[in-house]
């Protein structure tokens, strides 16, 4: 009986311990260089963008940098491209509404195939990614890396703490969110190549 208390005990230390280990880093980076890169490559024209407007919260153990929850935002209205009137046409109600719809997400729901090679760790992320307010369930690869005591060096030394950086490359389709559908091809992909390369900060005392 005795030796069971001790095994409960012992159990209950080590999750306690293991939850402690969960970090949260802030994806709003305060150097402001976080930033998101789209290209709709369409057989007349290739149109490549950004996207800077990013926030939202990941948590990860460092011991185990391939498990990641969270949730990644990106402000409708901080996409951009050169061409000042695609700009409007892109933010506008036929396309991304962003007046309506101002945030584009997308929510970890699922790591699967992880694999850990030091602070790095690889995995297929399942989530769930909304725009114009429509949700579709991706997989995408991503990478994570874990760099403790580094946002000093990021900052030039004006904030201490740790640094995450996610990496991923994926794509969607503009039609299975309701984006005008099946029109205006030659000029503007259906498909979105989406490239991501972001980092969060944990800040410490």
């Known amino acids: 009986m005795k030796h069971t208390a001790i095994i409960i005990a012992t159990a209950a230390a080590l999750a306690a311990t293991a939850t402690a280990e969960e970090i949260a880093f802030d994806l709003k980076d305060p150097k402001g260089v976080?930033?998101?890169?789209f290209t709709l490559d369409a057989p007349l024209e290739s149109i490549s963008g950004t996207a800077n407007g990013i926030s939202g919260t990941v948590e990860v153990d460092p011991a185990e940098p391939e498990e990641i929850e969270g949730k990644i935002v990106v402000d409708a209205k901080s996409l951009?491209?050169?061409?000042?009137?695609?700009?409007?046409?892109m933010l506008g109600a036929e396309?991304?509404?962003?007046?309506?719809?101002?945030?584009?997400?997308?929510?970890?729901?699922?790591?699967?195939n992880p694999v850990k090679n030091g602070n790095e760790g690889t995995a297929d992320v399942k989530g769930v990614f909304t725009l114009k307010g429509v949700s579709k369930e991706i997989t995408v690869p991503a990478k994570v890396t874990y760099l403790p005591g580094r946002l000093s060096d990021r900052t030039n030394g004006k904030m201490q703490g740790d640094l995450i950086v996610i990496r991923t490359n994926f794509q969607i389709k503009r039609g299975d969110f309701g984006i005008k559908a099946g029109e205006n091809l030659d000029k503007v992909s259906d498909t979105i190549d989406?490239?991501?390369?972001?980092a969060g900060s944990a800040p410490k005392p």
């Open 34 to 37: 976080n930033n998101i890169v």
């Open 80 to 89: 951009t491209v050169p061409n000042s009137l695609m700009q409007e046409h």
């Open 95 to 112: 396309w991304i509404d962003a007046e309506k719809h101002p945030e584009i997400t997308f929510e970890i729901k699922e790591v699967l």
């Open 194 to 198: 989406i490239s991501l390369s972001i």
